[in-house]
C-alpha cells in the first residue's frame, strides 16, 4: 500500500497468509491502489474475478498473478473457496539483490502472460502451496535471521513457480536485452509515474527511443507505456482521495496535473465516475 496498513505479521515488504470466500472479498477495497505483487493458489472451491475487464475463473491448482495498478474486481466465491495468497513488496520483488538475479527467469515469464493465471500440475501445486506456508510459518516466528530468510525463500518460490510454469506454458523466448529494458522501465516508474506522464521521459532514461520502450512493452507484457502510467497515476489518485485530507486540486497538484479539471476529466475516463463521486463512495 502507498501508506500504513496495519496487518499482523506484515512488515511492508513480505506477507502471506491463508483466505476464505469471506476474506478475498476484502480485495476489492484495495486492488487498484496496492503497491505489491500477490501470488494467490487456489487450493478449493472457485473464484471469479474481472482482472483488466475479463473474467476469469480460478479453479483448484490454479495460481493468480497480480501486478500493481492492474484494476481487479472481486465477483463471486464459492463458500467452500480456500486459497494461500502470498503478498511482497514491488520494490522487494524489482530490487532485492536475491531476487534481482531471478528477474530474467521468474518475472519476465509471468508478465508475458495475457491471462494471468496459470493451471498447475497436482504435484506442482502441492510444492508451490508447501513453500507458501513455510513462508507464512517463518513470518510468525521469532528467527533471528527471518528477513534474510523470507527473501530466500521468496527467490526459492520464484524459481520453483518457474520450474511449473514451463511445464505448463509454451514459454516465450525473449532476447536478454529486451528483458533488461522491460525491468529498467517497471524500476523506474514507480520512483517517476507522478510528475512523468511522457513516454519520452522514460525512453530517454533508459537511452532508447520512444519507438523501441513502446516495441518492447508491448512485446513483453502486450500492454503500453501509457498503459502502465496511467494504472499508476490512478493507484495513487485512488489512494489518495479515500485515505487522505487533501482537495482534489492537491491531488491533482500532487499528480502533476495541469489543473484539477484535467485531473477530473482523466480519473473520471479511466474509472467511470468523478473523484468526487469515488471518494464519496
Not at 506477507?15 to 480485495?27: G, L, P, V
Not at 520483488?93 to 500440475?121: C, F, G, M
Not at 507522478?194 to 513516454?199: S, Y
Request: include cysteine; hydrophobic fraction near 45%; charged fraction near 20%.
Amino acid at each position: 500500500m502507498h501508506g500504513a496498513e496495519p496487518v499482523e505479521c506484515w512488515d511492508g515488504k513480505i506477507y502471506c497468509n491463508e483466505t476464505d470466500s469471506a476474506i478475498t472479498f476484502r480485495a476489492n477495497e484495495t486492488h487498484g491502489y496496492m503497491a505489491a505483487y500477490t501470488f494467490t493458489l487456489v487450493l478449493e472451491g472457485s473464484l471469479h474475478i474481472d482482472y483488466n475487464g475479463q473474467e476469469l475463473a480460478l479453479m483448484p491448482d490454479d495460481i493468480y498473478m497480480y501486478s500493481p495498478g492492474m484494476p481487479v474486481t472481486i465477483l463471486s466465491a464459492t463458500d467452500d473457496y480456500h486459497a494461500i495468497c502470498l503478498l511482497v513488496d514491488e520494490h522487494v520483488t524489482i530490487e532485492s539483490p536475491t531476487v534481482h538475479d531471478l528477474v530474467h527467469i521468474a518475472y519476465a515469464p509471468i508478465v508475458q502472460l495475457h491471462e494471468p493465471k496459470v493451471t498447475l500440475p497436482h504435484d506442482a501445486a502441492l510444492l508451490i502451496a508447501g513453500k507458501m506456508l513455510e513462508i507464512k510459518d517463518y513470518l510468525h516466528s521469532d528467527h533471528i535471521y527471518k528477513t534474510e530468510i523470507l527473501r530466500m525463500l521468496y527467490a526459492v518460490f520464484l524459481l520453483d513457480l518457474q520450474n511449473a510454469q514451463d511445464k505448463a506454458l509454451v514459454r516465450r523466448n525473449v532476447p536478454q536485452r529486451v528483458e533488461e529494458i522491460f525491468i529498467g522501465f517497471i524500476r523506474l516508474l514507480p520512483l517517476h509515474f507522478a510528475e512523468h506522464h511522457d513516454i519520452g521521459f522514460y525512453a530517454s532514461s533508459l537511452h532508447i527511443s520512444t519507438v523501441y520502450l513502446s516495441r518492447v512493452i508491448r512485446q513483453v507484457a502486450g500492454r503500453t507505456v501509457v498503459d502502465y502510467i496511467n494504472e499508476f497515476l490512478m493507484m495513487e489518485a485512488s489512494f489518495l482521495l479515500r485515505t487522505s485530507q487533501l482537495s482534489i486540486a492537491q491531488i491533482a497538484d500532487r499528480l502533476h496535473f495541469a489543473d484539477s479539471a484535467s485531473f477530473s476529466k482523466f480519473f473520471s475516463r479511466l474509472k467511470g465516475m468523478t473523484p468526487k463521486a469515488y471518494r464519496e463512495g
